[in-house]
């Protein structure tokens, strides 16, 4: 029997462990929600923090508003329109039909932690809503900028949750409404300062004053 250098037992039984351990890692990762990581990563709390700093402080005005100043669900690739997109990009192991609708799949709502099997029972949610939007600035933009905002798949500004917790949050800004999942809070705060800093948008003081707290956790 070939005899090993001394040592050389323990440093093949951490090898083993470390095996073991990264294994156990891919199998958790296999295991939660898939879903839960679509949203385009938002940047950092550090970084959202100095973008916060930056934003305009000013009192919101919701005169002339329309939803449908906001051309939203465009075709984005072949039959695919926006909404189709993102519930592609959300669920697990989506199937669609010849329109791009999605016959069947699984979507994890990282708002509430619920799973869903038919895309009926999910909104695309406006992270940063629409209504919120023309507050803040977008009354002032042209409508091709409110098309590329209501249906921007680069920014974290889209994402398939819950229908009914989308209603319910309705044109909320995080001063008033943020996600019951709190383990998702800070994501969210960090993905609406985004969008707000990217797209030049205001924040009026309780909306401030929400967000430094918010990240100030993260």
């Not at 009354?139 to 798949?153: C, E, G, M, V």
């Not at 998702?184 to 401030?208: G, I, N």
Request: hydrophobic share 40%; glycine share 4%.
């Amino acid at each position: 029997m070939p005899r090993f250098p001394s040592g050389f037992y323990a440093r093949r039984r951490l090898g083993i462990l470390a095996a073991l351990t990264a294994l156990l890692a891919s199998v958790a990762l296999l295991q939660s929600p898939a879903a839960s990581a679509a949203l385009p990563t938002p940047v950092s709390a550090a970084t959202a923090r100095g973008y916060l700093s930056q934003l305009t402080v000013a009192a919101e005005n919701r005169t002339g508003y329309d939803r449908d100043l906001f051309p939203h669900w465009i075709t984005i690739s072949g039959a695919c329109n926006t909404r189709e997109t993102v519930l592609k990009r959300d669920g697990t192991n989506v199937v669609t039909d010849s329109s791009c609708a999605a016959t069947s799949g699984s979507w994890y709502s990282p708002y509430d932690g619920a799973t869903w099997t038919a895309a009926s029972d999910l909104d695309i949610d406006h992270l940063v809503p629409l209504a919120e939007a023309w507050d803040s600035g977008a009354s002032k933009w042209t409508t091709a900028q409110r098309q590329a905002f209501a249906n921007d798949l680069t920014r974290p500004q889209l994402i398939a949750v819950t229908d009914n917790v989308n209603q319910a949050k309705g044109d909320q800004d995080p001063a008033t409404w943020v996600p019951s999942r709190s383990a998702y809070v800070c994501t969210y705060v960090r993905a609406w300062v985004q969008v707000k800093y990217y797209y030049d948008l205001a924040v009026d003081p309780a909306e401030k004053s929400a967000l430094q707290d918010y990240l100030a956790a993260c």
